[in-house]
C-alpha cells in the first residue's frame, strides 16, 4: 500500500498517495490547473512552465506536472508570481505563433489577462506549409512546440521515431531525419500525432481542404492523387 502524504492546495487540506504529482493532487482536489504540454497519456517533460505553482518556503516556481507532492507543503495555485509568470508566457506566444485554432489558450489569455501586443514589434514564427502527404498537413506557424506529437511518435504510443525536435532557441522546430517529406520516413500515418496537437498545427488533409473551400467530390481526387506520389514537400496556402 502506497504511503499517504498530506498537503494544502490553495488553503484546501489534500491526501493522496506517495509519488502523485501536484498536478494530480490539484485535479483530485477540483483544483484548475492550466497545462498546454501536458498530455494524460504521455510522459509528462515541464516544457511549456503553464503549469507552475509556488511552494511555500521554496525558491522559484515549480511546474506542477512534474513535481511531486510531498509531506506538509503548502501550494499556491493563483500567487502573483504564478499568474505573473503564466501571463508572461501567454503573452509571447501570443506574439509569435498563431494561436488562431487554439481556444483554449484564447481563455487562458483571458483569464490571465495578457497582453500580446507588450512584444509587438518582436519575430514571428514564419514558416512554409509542409503539404507532402494525403493524410495531413504540418502548419508550423502554429506549433507552440509542445512535444506531443514527437511523444506519441516514440515510447510513449507508436516506437515509429518519424519526427522529432531540431534547432534551438527560437529557431527550434519539429521535422523529421534530415528534413525529408513525410512519406520517405517512417511514418504509417497513423493520426496520432494529429490527435494530440492541441493547435491546429497538425491537421487532417481532408478536414484542411474542406476549410478551404474544397468541393468534397474533388477532395478524394486531391488525397488519392498525393497517395500516389504526386506531392510536394511544401506546398502553398489555399487561403
Avoid at 48 to 61: A, D, K, P
Avoid at 150 to 173: H, K, L, M, P
Wanted: aromatic share 6%; charged share 25%; proline share 5%.
Amino acid at each position: 500500500m502506497s504511503e499517504t502524504v498530506q498537503l494544502t492546495i490553495d488553503d484546501r487540506q489534500v491526501s493522496v498517495p506517495s509519488g502523485t504529482t501536484i498536478l494530480d493532487a490539484a485535479q483530485e482536489a477540483g483544483i484548475d490547473i492550466p497545462v498546454l504540454c501536458y498530455f494524460a497519456h504521455t510522459t509528462a517533460n515541464g516544457l511549456c512552465r503553464l503549469c507552475v505553482i509556488e511552494i511555500e518556503g521554496e525558491r522559484g516556481l515549480q511546474a506542477a506536472c512534474v513535481s511531486p507532492v510531498r509531506q506538509g507543503i503548502v501550494v499556491h495555485t493563483r500567487s502573483s508570481n504564478v499568474d505573473r509568470a503564466r501571463r508572461t508566457i501567454l503573452e509571447m506566444l501570443a506574439s509569435t505563433v498563431d494561436l488562431s485554432e487554439s481556444p483554449e489558450l484564447h481563455t487562458m489569455l483571458k483569464t490571465y489577462q495578457a497582453k500580446p501586443e507588450r512584444f509587438e514589434g518582436g519575430e514571428k514564427r514564419q514558416v512554409p506549409m509542409m503539404d507532402d502527404n494525403p493524410v495531413y498537413i504540418r502548419d508550423y506557424e502554429k506549433c507552440v512546440l509542445c512535444w506531443r506529437c514527437v511523444q506519441v511518435c516514440a515510447e510513449d504510443a507508436q516506437y515509429n521515431y518519424a519526427i522529432n525536435f531540431a534547432g534551438r532557441g527560437f529557431n527550434t522546430s519539429i521535422t523529421t531525419f534530415l528534413d525529408k517529406p513525410m512519406p520517405q520516413t517512417t511514418c504509417v500515418f497513423c493520426g496520432q500525432c494529429v490527435g494530440v496537437c492541441p493547435t491546429g498545427a497538425l491537421k487532417s488533409k481532408r478536414e484542411y481542404l474542406f476549410e478551404q473551400g474544397v468541393a468534397p467530390e474533388e477532395i478524394f481526387a486531391v488525397t488519392r492523387a498525393q497517395g500516389k506520389g504526386k506531392h510536394s514537400q511544401r506546398g502553398p496556402r489555399l487561403d
